[in-house]
């Protein structure tokens, strides 16, 4: 398992390299909704905590406030915690699952 080296806990993007299908499957990842997008670069700002499974792709992600990037693609899956703003670079068109957590109350 990868993380970015943030300053703040709350930063932190945690990678897991292609997790087993037994793992995949607990967490009903088949079950969630898809979504893809092109080679390109956007800032994106995490309002809930994502979890997220690639199919296909490559991205390095530049968290704001950090000189790092951390790179993903095709069978990682990738935890975005809730308040995290980065930059996606889309080296390689995505392919993914995904599922945003509820909103604590």
Do not use: H
């Not at 970015?4 to 709350?10: G, H, K, V």
């Not at 800032?43 to 296909?56: G, M, P, R, S, V």
Request: glycine share 6%.
């Amino acid at each position: 398992m990868a993380t970015s080296s943030q300053p703040n806990a709350s930063t932190t993007i945690i990678v897991e390299r292609n997790p087993s299908e037994t793992r995949l499957s607990e967490l009903g990842v088949w079950s969630w909704p898809k979504w893809a997008c092109p080679p390109g670069k956007f800032i994106y700002k995490y309002a809930a905590e994502e979890t997220c499974y690639f199919l296909k792709g490559r991205v390095k992600a530049y968290p704001k406030g950090s000189s790092e990037c951390l790179e993903f693609g095709a069978k990682d899956l990738v935890i975005f915690p809730k308040g995290l703003t980065c930059t996606w670079d889309v080296s390689v068109g995505v392919d993914k699952y995904y599922k945003f957590e509820p909103p604590s109350s």
